[in-house]
C-alpha cells in the first residue's frame, strides 16, 4: 500500500479500468523525446534520426503485441479518437456499398456517441441486446445483416462489467458477409491474448492509458487491404492517414508499455485473476444482499462488478474514498434510475441495484493486504449506508 | 467535487436515525433519482425541538439531509417552512450543478411534515 | 551552442517552426501527473481533484494568453485537430446557413486539405490569392462573400514564409456580415500579443509543441456563443465537446508552456527580432544573388525565409545538417516545381528559386554566437553546391 | 532519411568538376524535378578512362552522380551503356522510395554521352 494524503489512510486504487498511472520504466522511455531528442520526424535532418526510429520502434511494439504487421498500426490519441476514425473512417469509405451499421447496446459512449452521429447523417444503426451475462449472441449478429451493412463492431471486453464477447465468431460472421469488423478492445489490451488475424478482427481501437501508457495516446489497427477515410486532415504523417506532428514521447510510451504488459499476460492472468477471485468471493461472503454483476466466466480477469441494494453507489464510493479505496459506481446519482448506465439497463439489473452498484477493477500493482483492506472495510461501509437508508 | 462543509456533513451527519415518540414522521422519495429520506420532528408549541432522519442517497443527499435538519432544530414550524433548498445549499457552501436537486428532498420532507402536523392540529394545509 | 553527436560540431537549432524541445520546466510541471496524480479527471475520488484542479488551472493559463474567459477554451491533441473541429464543426453546425467557405491559398495543409475534403462532401471555398510577400487583401475577403458563407478561416501567421496576416480587419469583416472567422495561430504563440476579442476573432487555433510545450496537445478558442458541432464524439469531457479521457500531463504542459511563452513576448520581440535581423542581414550582405521571401515586416520575428537560386534546397539542409546546423526547406525536390511549396507557388516564386529555399526560424534558446556561426558556414557551403551545381 | 553511403557520396562527391579536353561533355536536366547534370567524358579506344561530373540537384542526385561516375571509370563504352540507375542505388546501398527517380538523372547522361560519342565516330546510336 501506497502513502496517501494523511498518514494512517493507505491508498488502495481499485480503478484501473478508469485509468492506470504511467508506469516509471514507461516515463523513462518517453523523457528523453522531450527534451533531447524533439526533433519533428517529418524533418530531413540528423536531429530527427531518433524521433523517426523511435516511431517506428513503437509500431514494432503494438503490432508485436497484436499479431500484425507494422505498417498496419497507426497512431492516434486514444481510443475515443480510435473508434471515432473506425467508425466514421469506414461508413464514410463504403457509403456507397451501404448504410448500415451492427454494433452493441453496451459499447462505450465513443462507439455509442459516434453511431447517434452516423444516424443522423443518414445511416441505420442496429443495437444488438446482451443477455443477462452481458452477452451479444452471434446468432443475432447474423439475424441483423442486411445487405446495406458494411460494418459491424463489438467491443472485446466490456468497460463496466467486464464481460468478453465472442469476439472471433462475430468476425468470422462479419467475413463471411464480406462487412468489415471493428472491435474496441481498450479494455482487453493486457488482460487476454489478442491475436487480430485469428479473431477475424479487420480494425482495432486501444488506448495508452488504460495499461500503464501515457493519457492521449492511442493507436487503430487497419487490417491490410481495408480502406479507410480520414478523420483528420492535414499533413502527411502516419503514410497520409492521420495528419498533426507525430507526439513522439506519447508514442514512445505507448509502445513500451503495450510492451511491458503483453510480456507475461498468463503471469498477470493468474496474479490479478487471483487477487479478483480473492475479492469477489470475500464480498459475496460478507456482504448480504450483494448481487456480482457481469459473466460468471467470460469476464476480464481484473473486473469485479457488484450492486449493494438499500444505498447509494455515490455514497459509498465517498466513503470508501475517506478511507483511500479508490472505485468507481455503475452509474452517478445525479443521473438517477432513469439514467442508470446503459450497460447495467442493458443487462437487466434493476434501477436500486443499478443506483447502488461498485466496480473495483484491479491491477498488477495491487496486493494481497490491499484485497484484505477492501473486505474489512467495504462491509463496514456498506452497513452504516445502508443503515442510514433503510426504513 | 464536493466542498469541506458537504463533505464534513456527509461523512458525519446530525440528526441521523430513528426517534422515539416523534410528533410527525413523513417519508418522502424523489422519483427523478430514487432518492428516499424519512424525516422525524418533535414539535412543541409550534417549535421544532427536535429532529432526525434517515436517507437513501447521494452524498449531497445526505449533507443536505444533515444541514437541514440543522437548520430548523430549535426553529418555529414557520421558520421551518420557509427554509428552500437554496437556503441549505447555501449552508452547504454550494453544490455541484447536476446535485442541486438532490437537495430538494430535504425541504420536501420538511414541509410534508409541517402540513401533517397542521392537519392534526385541525389547521389549513401552509402552501 | 549546445553538445552534440561529435564533439567538434556545434547544434545550431533554427527549425523552430517545425517544433521545438519541451522547455525542463514544462517537464516538470508534467511529470507528477503520470506517476504519483494519475487519478482520470472524470472520477470522483479525491485522487482526481488533482487532476481536475491542474486541467482548470491550465485553461486558466491558455485563457489569459489569449484574452478571453476559461469557458472558451477546449483542449485537443494538437493543431491540426483543432483546425479539422474548427472548420468541419463550424460547417457541420451552420449548413442549413450556406456552404460556402472562404480561405487563403497559403494556409497550412491542416486547413486546406480540410477545406478539400469539405469540397468532396459538398461545400464551396475560396482559396484567396496573396500578394507577393503573402499578404492576403481585406477587400478580397468582402468581395469574396456570397449569402452561403458561413466560414471565413484566415491564418495568423504563415509558417514558411512569416507573414503576418491582417486578422483584425479580416474579423470585422466577417463581423458585418454575420460570419464566423476563425484564424489557424499555431505559428503566431508567443511571438505577438493576442486578443482575440480585439481581434474579432470566432475560433482560435493552437498547438503546443510550436513554443516549448508537448507534442500531442493543442487548443480551439471557441467564442461564447458560437455553436460548433463535435469532430470526437464520446464521453462527456471537455463540456461535453471533445470526448476522450483528458492526457492531463499534457495539458499541464501546455498552460505551463503557454504562460511561460508569452509572459514577456515584448522581450522575446527585441531579442528574437535582434538575432533574426542580424542572420537576415548577415545572410544578405554575404551571400550573393540571395533573395528574402515573405513580408518586409508584416512577418513573424523569427522567421527568416531565403532562397539561394542555383542549389537544391534538399543539400543545402543536408550540408548544413552535417555542420551542426538543422533548419527548414520551403519545398523538397522529390516534388521539384511542379510541386513546389504552395505557399512559395502563391506568392510567385519562380521554381528555380522555389526548390533553393531555405528556411531559419529562431527561439529563445538561440544566441549571437550561433547566429555569427551560421554566417560563418553558410557562405561556404552555399558556394560550394553552387559550383558544383553552376554549368 | 540517406544510408551512410548515400551521405559519403553526397558530402565528398568523386569526379566531381570540368574535365580539360574531354572527349565528350552533355548536359541533362530533369523536367520532373529539375535537376541538372553535366557530364565529361574521356574516351580511349571505347574505354572510359577519366570521368567528371558536375550536378544542381539534391543529395540524392548528387551521390547519384558520384557512384555512377565511379562505376564507369575504366570500364567499356559498352558496360557503362549497361549500368542502370538501379544498379547506381543498389551499389548505394538504397534510397528512399520516393528519392529513386533522382538517380535516373545519371543514367540519362551517361548514355546520352555514349551516344554522342558513338555519332562522333559515325557509328548508329545505341537504342
Ligand atoms: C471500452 C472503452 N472504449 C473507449 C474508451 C475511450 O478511451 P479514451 O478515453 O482513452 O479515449 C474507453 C475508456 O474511457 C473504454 O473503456
Ligand atoms: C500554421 C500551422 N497550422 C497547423 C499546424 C499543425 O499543427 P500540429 O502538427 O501540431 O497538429 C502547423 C504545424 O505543423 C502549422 O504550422
Not at chain 1, 493486504?369 to 433503510?390: A, F, H, N, W
Not at chain 2, 463533505?7 to 428516499?36: A, I, L
Request: aromatic share 6%.
Amino acid at each position: 500500500m501506497n502513502q496517501s494524503h494523511s498518514p494512517d489512510v493507505p491508498t488502495v486504487y481499485l480503478d484501473h479500468s478508469a485509468t492506470t498511472p504511467t508506469h516509471p520504466d514507461v516515463v523513462r522511455a518517453m523523457l528523453p523525446f522531450f527534451t533531447k531528442n524533439f526533433g519533428n520526424p517529418s524533418s530531413l535532418y540528423r536531429l530527427s534520426d531518433a524521433s523517426r526510429a523511435a516511431i517506428a520502434a513503437a509500431r514494432g511494439q503494438v503490432a508485436a503485441a497484436l499479431g500484425c504487421s507494422d505498417h498496419e498500426i497507426f497512431f492516434t490519441a486514444g481510443g475515443t479518437e480510435s473508434d471515432n476514425w473506425a467508425l466514421k473512417g469506414m461508413a464514410s469509405a463504403r457509403h456507397q456499398d451501404g448504410n448500415h451499421i451492427i454494433t452493441s447496446s453496451i459499447e462505450h459512449h465513443a462507439i455509442l456517441h459516434t453511431c447517434e452521429y452516423l444516424e443522423t447523417q443518414g445511416w441505420t444503426v442496429t443495437y444488438l441486446p446482451v443477455d443477462q451475462h452481458g452477452l451479444v449472441d452471434p446468432g443475432d449478429v447474423e439475424a441483423a445483416i442486411t445487405p446495406e451493412t458494411t460494418l459491424i463492431s463489438v467491443m472485446m471486453a466490456n468497460n463496466e462489467v467486464g464481460t468478453i464477447q465472442p469476439v472471433r465468431e462475430i468476425g468470422a460472421i462479419a467475413h463471411d458477409h464480406d462487412i468489415c469488423f471493428h472491435t474496441d478492445a481498450v479494455q482487453a489490451i493486457g488482460h487476454m491474448p489478442i491475436d487480430v488475424k485469428a479473431m477475424n478482427i479487420d480494425l482495432l481501437s486501444l488506448s495508452g492509458h488504460k495499461f500503464f501508457g501515457p493519457k492521449g495516446t492511442g493507436a487503430l489497427y487497419i487490417r491490410d487491404g481495408i480502406r479507410l477515410d480520414n478523420l483528420i486532415h492535414g499533413g502527411g504523417q502516419e503514410k497520409g492517414h492521420r495528419a498533426g506532428t507525430e507526439n513522439v514521447p506519447g508514442i514512445v510510451g505507448l509502445g513500451a508499455a503495450i510492451e511491458r504488459v503483453t510480456a507475461d499476460i498468463t503471469g498477470h492472468r493468474q496474479k490479478v485473476g487471483a487477487l479478483r477471485d480473492m475479492l469477489a468471493q470475500g464480498i459475496a461472503e460478507r456482504i448480504p444482499d450483494s448481487h456480482y454483476n457481469g459473466h460468471p466466466e467470460e469476464r476480464l480477469v481484473n473486473n469485479a462488478h457488484f450492486s449493494f441494494p438499500g444505498l447509494d453507489g455515490e455514497a459509498l464510493l465517498l466513503l470508501l474514498n475517506s478511507k483511500g479505496i479508490y472505485a468507481s459506481i455503475g452509474s452517478a446519482c445525479s443521473s438517477g434510475s432513469e439514467d442508470m448506465s446503459h450497460v447495467l439497463r442493458a443487462i437487466g439489473v434493476p434501477p436500486a441495484h443499478g443506483r447502488s452498484s461498485l466496480r473495483l477493477t484491479l491491477g498488477d500493482d495491487n496486493t494481497k493486504e490491499e484485497v484484505k483492506y477492501v473486505l474489512d472495510v467495504l462491509p463496514q461501509v456498506i452497513e452504516r449506508l445502508r443503515e442510514m437508508g433503510s426504513f | 467535487m464536493y466542498n469541506e462543509t458537504v463533505m464534513d456533513h456527509f461523512e458525519h451527519p446530525r440528526n441521523v436515525g430513528e426517534m422515539e415518540d416523534p410528533t410527525v414522521v413523513v417519508e418522502v422519495g424523489s422519483s427523478e433519482c430514487g432518492d428516499r429520506m424519512k424525516l422525524y420532528l418533535k414539535i412543541e408549541d409550534d417549535v421544532i425541538v427536535d429532529v432526525s432522519f434517515k436517507t437513501l442517497g447521494c452524498a449531497a443527499a445526505i449533507a443536505s439531509s444533515s444541514q437541514a435538519t440543522e437548520m430548523i432544530k430549535g426553529k418555529t414550524i414557520e421558520e421551518a417552512w420557509n427554509l428552500t433548498n437554496m437556503d441549505v445549499v447555501e449552508a452547504l457552501g454550494g453544490l455541484p450543478e447536476p446535485k442541486i436537486h438532490c437537495s430538494v428532498i430535504a425541504e420536501d420532507a420538511i414541509r410534508r411534515a409541517i402540513n401533517f402536523y397542521r392537519k392534526d392540529q385541525g389547521l389549513e394545509p401552509w402552501k
